[in-house]
């Protein structure tokens, strides 16, 4: 095995899959030495021996049901591994699900179904652990990972602490010392990386920080962390009154409204309007609607998705005949004009005294969402800097952060879709997947008995909720 390492090492070198330089990880690491796997594809000889290589370093190999590679480079290194050894393989997505909670994992699988993961080069592990957390939300279980090399950042520590034996075929170390064996460096270059490792090492992650401890705190917990009164609020409010349901009112009269909000009020956090399809809006619609939200102790939402450049996003919330900034607590807004688009919204608010929140759009329920994983990233970054930000409007579990709210939308019990691209889910999948405040629309409003429908919906998700922070 030795001797195939070492060949392996030199023909990795000279079909430039180690390079020497200044580079930056993706991790955001400096680093003298880049190793980029990505160009096996062109050499198939190479990419079938490494991955019968890597293959040969399975633990347990007979209770091995499914391998899943890490997107992209890894994928057809398991799919090599898949063909050869004639194991299933599953996938997980990495593009952010443009389809609601569904499939976040393609292939067939059943519930306790081993899995191997294969992974290329790994740093701080966070693409590893990762895909062992969405793997695990499916049922999957995942004993080890295979990976070709271990840059000795910290990620090996990070994946092991996570329970998950790993295996490399390569350390950085030894793959330089193969080179320099076969003169294809010299000792400098090895110095010069040992002293890079020795100082350099990624950030600590661990499957159980972040996202999932999110999802196991209480919300009166939750309210002590959130940095913005109004959602540290909301969360104090949806514990006391024990409903997670925020009721979309998309209703085109304001007495429907109106007669809605006095039936659903007690069981309600957060009242969600569409103000400007109400045909016959004034401003006495508006004052009604507040008398009800403090009798009943709701809070409301104008779900403008405000999505221009700042001075017209502040524009919209503060003038116009809807006056939204004056008694909307909450709005919504498209993060895709960037920082500026809650400079603009904060900007309106500098007569306000009360507390206000913004939710930002960062995935959509509908089907074929231009919300990739890119853009949802960025939309998480932005909210970190603002704490006017509540929370994410969203599909899925994207943020750690426990002070923020996740409000998921695309909930009824009765149906998978609308004819208009709308994608439905039931109140237990959306709390699995991280919803806190959920919107049910028109599975109340349609429904020929309101009040039950507000009840069932109710109770589920907050037997949902209760399941989620206890197991
Ligand atoms: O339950 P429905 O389908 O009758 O209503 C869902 C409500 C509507 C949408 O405008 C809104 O939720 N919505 C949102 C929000 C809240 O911003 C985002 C999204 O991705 N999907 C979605 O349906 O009022």
């Not at 990762?130 to 295979?146: A, C, F, M, P, S």
């Not at 170390?173 to 990386?193: D, F, G, R």
């Not at 609308?418 to 997947?433: C, I, K, R, S």
């Not at 629309?441 to 919906?457: Q, V």
């Amino acid at each position: 095995m030795e001797k195939q390492l070492k060949e392996l090492a030199i023909r990795l070198y000279e079909i430039d899959a180690v390079k020497f330089g200044d580079f930056i990880t993706k991790v955001g690491l400096k680093t003298p030495v880049y190793v980029d796997l990505r160009v096996l594809i062109s050499y198939p000889k190479i990419l079938k021996q490494i991955s019968n290589i890597l293959w040969g370093l399975t633990a347990d190999v007979d209770n091995v049901n499914q391998i899943c590679g890490v997107p992209y480079t890894a994928l057809p290194i398991a799919s090599i591994i898949s063909a050869e050894w004639d194991i299933p393989m599953v996938i997980r997505r990495k593009e952010a699900k443009a389809y609601g909670t569904k499939k976040m994992i393609e292939g067939n699988f059943k519930h306790g179904d081993t899995c191997v993961i294969i992974e290329d080069v790994v740093t701080s592990g966070s693409s590893i652990l990762e895909t062992v957390r969405d793997l695990k939300n499916e049922g999957l279980q995942i004993t080890q990972t295979l990976v070709i090399l271990d840059r000795q950042q910290g990620g090996r520590k990070n994946i092991e602490k996570s329970g998950i034996k790993m295996q490399s075929l390569y350390t950085l170390t030894q793959l330089l010392e193969y080179l320099l064996e076969a003169n294809k460096i010299t000792s400098e270059t090895l110095k010069e990386v040992t002293h890079y490792l020795a100082q350099h090492s990624a950030p600590v992650k661990t499957l159980e920080d972040g996202s999932s401890r999110r999802l196991k705190l209480d919300f009166t917990e939750r309210s002590k962390i959130a940095t913005s009164p109004l959602a540290s609020k909301l969360l104090k409010l949806m514990d006391q009154k024990g409903t997670t349901l925020c009721l979309a009112a998309d209703l085109t009269s304001a007495n429907e409204i109106l007669e809605l909000s006095e039936l659903a009020g007690p069981h309600i956090a957060v009242l969600k309007i569409h103000v400007d399809i109400i045909e016959d809006f004034d401003l006495s619609f508006i004052q009604k609607l507040k008398q009800l939200s403090s009798k009943h102790k709701f809070y409301l939402m104008e779900d403008r998705k405000f999505g221009d450049i700042g001075n017209t996003a502040s524009l919209q919330y503060e003038k116009g005949i809807y006056k939204i900034a004056e008694w909307a607590d909450f709005i919504t807004a498209h993060p895709v004009p960037g920082p500026s688009i809650l400079d603009g919204l904060k900007y309106a608010l500098r007569n306000v005294s009360d507390d206000r929140g913004i939710f930002l759009v960062t995935q959509m329920s509908s089907n074929g969402a231009l919300t990739t994983e890119t853009y949802v990233k960025a939309s998480v970054t932005l909210s970190q800097d603002s704490n006017l930000v509540v929370g994410h409007v969203c599909q899925s579990n994207i943020f750690s952060d426990p002070g923020l709210i996740q409000l998921t939308p695309g909930v009824k019990l009765t149906q998978t879709s609308d004819n208009l691209g709308q994608q439905y889910n039931t109140p237990e999948v959306v709390v699995n997947a991280g919803a806190d405040l959920v919107v049910v629309g028109r599975g109340i409003t349609e429904s020929p008995d309101k009040l039950s429908s507000i009840l069932n919906y109710k109770n589920q998700l907050w037997a949902a909720y209760k399941n989620r922070i206890s197991s």
